[in-house]
């Protein structure tokens, strides 16, 4: 099973883009950009929290577990 990263849905339902997420959380550009073209990539959980925080929502709702 593989842990897939749903930050690029999230954020964009709540009408942010990389740069501004990267400013809203605190969590460099090049590591929003890295998981907004691959899902896959994995993350810290200290950065999903910073984007969770940011996007106000808890850190189970980014992230998916898939076959």
Same mark, same amino acid.
């Not at 997420?21 to 200290?46: E, Q």
């Given at each position: ?17 990389? @740069? @501004?997420? @990267? ?21 810290? /959980?200290?950065?999903? @929290?910073? /984007? ?6 808890? /850190?189970?709702?980014? /992230?998916?577990?898939?076959?």
């Amino acid at each position: 099973m593989a842990v897939r990263l749903r930050v690029k849905e999230v954020a964009e339902s709540k009408g942010y883009n990389m @740069s @501004s997420l @990267s400013r809203a959380s605190d969590v460099s550009f090049g590591t929003i950009k890295r998981m907004w073209r691959n899902p896959y990539s994995g993350a810290t /959980i200290d950065t999903l @929290s910073k /984007i969770a925080k940011a996007l106000q929502v808890d /850190i189970s709702d980014l /992230i998916e577990n898939t076959p």
